[in-house]
């Protein structure tokens, strides 16, 4: 659903999200690709489609989806300890 909402997106906006959290991932050692990746790419593309701008609260939002539960825990290889695979 966010690939839809991301292609909504203006080019400077699109290029907003993907470095937003391409960092975000970066420095919680989490792959864009993984299913955490993906949630933070949607929680990014739903505060921009919001109207929210500034990077630094676009990566507050992912901060904050994590610690409401909407990403799962933060960490390198999280995902195997959640679900007993590697995604």
């Known amino acids: 659903m966010w690939l839809v909402s991301l292609a909504e997106l203006d080019e400077v906006d699109a290029e907003v999200v993907i470095d937003v959290v391409r960092c975000w991932c970066e420095d919680h050692k989490v792959p864009i690709d993984s ?6 790419m949607a ?5 921009i489609l919001s109207g929210e701008k ?13 610690l409401a539960g909407s990403l799962k825990a933060i960490g390198p290889h999280s995902d195997t300890l959640q679900s007993g695979t590697q995604s």
């Open 43 to 47: 929680a990014v593309v739903d505060r």
């Open 54 to 66: 500034s990077p630094t609260a676009l990566c507050e939002a992912i901060n904050a989806a994590s």
């Open 35 to 40: 299913d955490k990746g993906r949630a933070a």
